[in-house]
């Protein structure tokens, strides 16, 4: 017997009743990040494996566990993308677009991690990534979380927690890892597997356990804000008094580390207790090293992703405005002459207003069943066109939403007569040529 086709598991469609608030998601965030100097920068989806190890880190869960990696055909090992920022540096690098220049720039799109399956948590998963290169100082850092802020405003979402940390630079985290490690080790036996095998790989992922008593351990261990380098300490100051300047506000924790190697200095999480054990919708932070670890030159950098599914779920729960994007008019035509002047009508309507949502009716049928067509498809108003209006140039406007009864328009008079009811403007009257 044939096994049953159907998706993978964690990796999802999305279907056409789902699609109005993923486009209002995208062209929202398409404006804001332009309204703050962002450009669009699109990467692949396949990298080669060696880019995920050296930018995300060799003994993080992403690369140990998490990457879906395969051969191609000439023996080169190759992986879907598990984030973006590492293919983003990656473009910039090959494309001298960060060497001795300031750069903005945003990216969206699928990214994949094998991880099991639960509420919020895919292995084919999107995020909006925006990213800032050049600029080392607190300002940036300030500027990207207020960006971020911004979108939930425009968003019509609320409810976040944020959370700021400082990771210093690799020299002085380096000490902090070695008072960490000697505290962690005077408790080793009561750590989780997971966190004793990381006391000895990546030990400040420690920090970020979700096992209760691992977490109790955490709480009383040495504080990373104590043993940072006086530069990093002026520059979370810095940071702290912009947020406060700009009403952000925000939790100092001391034990936010995020996953993922290259973050120096600034790290941040927008969280939400709305959605469950998923609770982080944005993350990112600082990678000054990131650019030069990966063969480019010095360049600092900042940045953040959005989990798009999180962010939805977060939007869908709080049933934040989304404009509807069903059809405006329903187009029903029957008989020979009706079925060739729709056409034109119709053609006529859409150069006129570009924007407009029209579906014409196809494959026939009664008009009964045309008109229930429109109604299921969310139109506003039907336009009704048989042979008999077809001869008088005229066409029957139903309202489907009860806005009034049916009435029968001239064809030059059309515009004139939608123009007011879908908010749009008429310019010139409808002429056909048959």
């Given at each position: 017997?044939?096994?049953?086709?159907?998706?993978i598991?964690?990796?999802n469609?999305?279907?056409?009743q789902?699609?109005?608030?993923?486009?209002h998601l995208q062209?929202?965030?398409?404006?804001?990040?332009?309204?703050?100097?962002?450009?669009?920068?699109r990467?692949?989806?396949?990298?080669?494996?060696?880019?995920?190890?050296?930018?995300?880190?060799?003994?993080?869960?992403?690369?140990?566990?998490?990457?879906?990696?395969?051969?191609?055909?000439?023996?080169?090992?190759?992986?879907?993308?598990?984030?973006?920022?590492?293919?983003?540096?990656?473009?910039?690098?090959?494309?001298?677009?960060?060497?001795?220049?300031?750069?903005?720039?945003?990216?969206?799109?699928?990214?994949?991690?094998?991880?099991?399956?639960?509420?919020?948590?895919?292995?084919?998963?999107?995020?909006?990534?925006?990213?800032?290169?050049?600029?080392?100082?607190?300002?940036?850092?300030?500027?990207?979380i207020?960006?971020?802020?911004?979108?939930?405003?425009?968003?019509?979402?609320?409810?976040?927690?944020?959370?700021?940390n400082?990771?210093?630079?690799?020299?002085?985290?380096?000490?902090y890892?070695?008072?960490?490690?000697?505290?962690?080790?005077?408790?080793?036996?009561?750590?989780?597997?997971?966190?004793?095998?990381?006391?000895?790989?990546?030990?400040?992922?420690?920090?970020?356990?979700?096992v209760?008593?691992?977490r109790?351990?955490?709480?009383?261990?040495p504080?990373?804000?104590?043993?940072?380098?006086?530069?990093?300490?002026?520059h979370?100051i810095?940071?702290?008094?912009?947020l406060?300047?700009?009403?952000i506000?925000?939790?100092?924790?001391?034990?936010?580390?995020?996953?993922?190697?290259?973050?120096?200095?600034?790290?941040?999480?927008?969280?939400?207790?709305?959605?469950?054990?998923?609770?982080?919708v944005?993350?990112?932070?600082?990678?000054?090293?990131?650019?030069?670890h990966?063969?480019?030159?010095?360049?600092?950098?900042?940045?953040?992703?959005?989990?798009?599914?999180?962010?939805i779920?977060?939007?869908?729960?709080?049933?934040?405005?989304v404009?509807?994007h069903?059809?405006q008019?329903?187009?029903?035509?029957?008989?020979?002459?009706?079925?060739?002047?729709?056409?034109?009508?119709?053609?006529?309507l859409?150069?006129?207003?570009?924007?407009l949502?029209?579906?014409?009716?196809?494959?026939?049928?009664?008009?009964?069943?045309?008109?229930k067509?429109?109604?299921?498809?969310?139109?506003?108003?039907a336009?009704?066109?048989?042979?008999?209006?077809?001869?008088?140039?005229?066409?029957?406007?139903k309202?489907?939403?009860g806005?009034?009864?049916?009435?029968?328009?001239?064809?030059?008079?059309?515009?004139?007569?939608?123009?007011?009811?879908?908010?749009?403007?008429?310019?010139v009257?409808?002429?056909?040529?048959?």
């Open positions: 017997m044939s096994q049953k086709i159907q998706s598991r964690g990796m469609d999305l279907l056409p789902d699609a109005d608030v993923w486009q062209a929202i965030a398409a404006e804001v990040f332009a309204a703050y100097g962002y450009r669009e920068l990467v692949p989806v396949v990298e080669r494996t060696d880019l995920f190890k050296r930018a995300v880190g060799e003994v993080t869960d992403v690369v140990e566990k998490e990457m879906y990696t395969f051969e191609d055909r000439g023996g080169e090992s190759l992986s879907l993308r598990p984030e973006l920022t590492a293919g983003i540096v990656r473009a910039g690098i090959e494309h001298g677009l960060l060497y001795n220049q300031q750069q903005r720039v945003w990216s969206s799109g699928p990214v994949f991690r094998y991880e099991r399956p639960q509420a919020g948590r895919y292995r084919q998963f999107h995020q909006l990534d925006v990213e800032a290169f050049g600029l080392p100082g607190p300002d940036v850092d300030i500027e990207i207020a960006l971020a802020a911004r979108l939930w405003q425009r968003l019509g979402v609320s409810g976040f927690r944020l959370q700021i400082s990771l210093g630079t690799p020299e002085s985290r380096l000490r890892r070695a008072a960490l490690t000697d505290y962690l080790r005077s408790h080793e036996a009561a750590l989780d597997d997971d966190s004793q095998r990381r006391l000895a790989s990546n030990p400040l992922r420690v920090l970020d356990s979700k209760p008593a691992t109790e351990i955490v709480t009383h261990a504080s990373l804000l104590d043993h940072l380098d006086a530069e990093s300490a002026e979370f810095a940071l702290r008094r912009g406060d300047l700009l009403g506000g925000y939790q100092v924790n001391p034990r936010l580390v995020r996953g993922l190697d290259y973050y120096t200095r600034t790290v941040f999480e927008w969280t939400t207790d709305q959605l469950g054990a998923q609770d982080a944005c993350a990112g932070g600082r990678y000054d090293g990131l650019v030069a990966l063969g480019g030159a010095s360049t600092p950098g900042i940045g953040f992703a959005i989990g798009m599914e999180r962010l779920a977060l939007m869908n729960l709080q049933q934040a405005p404009p509807a069903a059809p008019i329903y187009f029903c035509r029957f008989g020979l002459q009706a079925e060739t002047a729709a056409v034109a009508l119709a053609e006529q859409r150069d006129e207003w570009p924007a949502r029209l579906v014409l009716n196809a494959g026939g049928g009664k008009l009964g069943a045309q008109l067509r429109a109604d299921a498809s969310g139109a506003r108003f336009l009704i066109l048989g042979d008999d209006e077809a001869a008088q140039r005229t066409v029957q406007v309202s489907l939403r806005e009034g009864e049916p009435v029968s328009i001239g064809w030059p008079d059309l515009l004139q007569h939608l123009a007011p009811r879908l908010g749009l403007s008429a310019t009257p409808i002429d056909i040529t048959e």
